[in-house]
């Protein structure tokens, strides 16, 4: 049962390109949760999504991030016009239900703008 | 607003023990984590706590829960190299998201 797989590893953007992070649960999940960790901090909430379902965005900048679960494949974190600011490392977390004692992490992708 | 606080580093000989310390305010939190992270990698959850729980031990590890002050700490016994990271404390609040310290880092010399 392979773990929480985020993809890519590392992205490379220039200013002004936009960032696609994929994000696939572990088998038998249907809770994706999207993090961002800045450099030297803790992480912080961005978005909690079930399937076809945006549950809590409020972690989200309004402007030029999205996130989606299809029915289908990958949850995906979508960044638009990225800035330098936007560099960070994006981690995903998966769990079968909402009252499932514990999250399983994926690797990360660290995202650099440059 | 939620906030979890841990203090920034800790440093300790090869063999001792190591207690990492966390304070929270959400006092409807259900349950409290510790998850470590090596160098360039994701997020390893250690173990957990129910918040109706004073103590919960796994192995090397001791969690101790004191609700009333809202105060978390997780000691490592016998404490290795190889367990030298960044150590995060979390809570996870009443819409089922997780709040994180800023970190832990924990240092281990020989």
């Known amino acids: 049962n392979a773990g929480v797989m985020q993809n890519p590893r590392h992205l490379v953007r220039r200013r002004g390109q936009e960032a696609r992070l994929r994000c696939s649960p572990m088998?038998?999940?249907?809770?994706v949760y999207w993090y961002r960790q800045l450099p030297e901090e803790g992480l912080k909430f961005m978005v909690y999504?079930?399937?076809?379902?945006?549950?809590?965005e409020s972690g989200m900048p309004k402007e030029r991030f999205s996130a989606e679960f299809p029915k289908e494949g990958p949850s995906i974190l979508r960044i638009q016009q990225v800035v330098r600011g936007d560099s960070a490392a994006y981690f995903c977390?998966?769990?079968?239900?909402?009252?499932?004692?514990?999250?399983?992490f994926g690797s990360g992708t660290r995202l650099t703008v440059v | 607003g939620e906030d979890v606080e841990q203090s920034l580093f800790l440093s300790v000989r090869e063999g001792d023990s190591s207690v990492i310390n966390c304070t929270y305010t959400?006092?409807?939190?259900?349950?409290l984590y510790w998850y470590k992270q090596e160098p360039g990698a994701g997020l390893q959850l250690l173990t957990y706590?129910?918040?109706?729980?004073d103590m919960k031990q796994d192995q090397r590890l001791t969690v101790l829960l004191n609700k009333k002050d809202k105060h978390l700490s997780l000691r490592i016994a016998d404490t290795q190299t190889g367990d030298s990271a960044i150590y995060f404390c979390?809570?996870?609040?009443?819409?089922?998201?997780?709040?994180f310290g800023t970190g832990t880092r924990l240092q281990v010399f020989p």
């Open positions: 999504l079930q399937k076809e379902n945006i549950i809590d």
């Open positions: 706590i129910f918040s109706n729980m």
């Open positions: 959400d006092s409807s939190s259900t349950y």
């Open positions: 088998k038998g999940h249907s809770h």
């Open positions: 979390a809570e996870r609040d009443n819409t089922d998201k997780l709040i």
């Open positions: 977390a998966s769990s079968p239900s909402a009252d499932n004692y514990g999250y399983t």
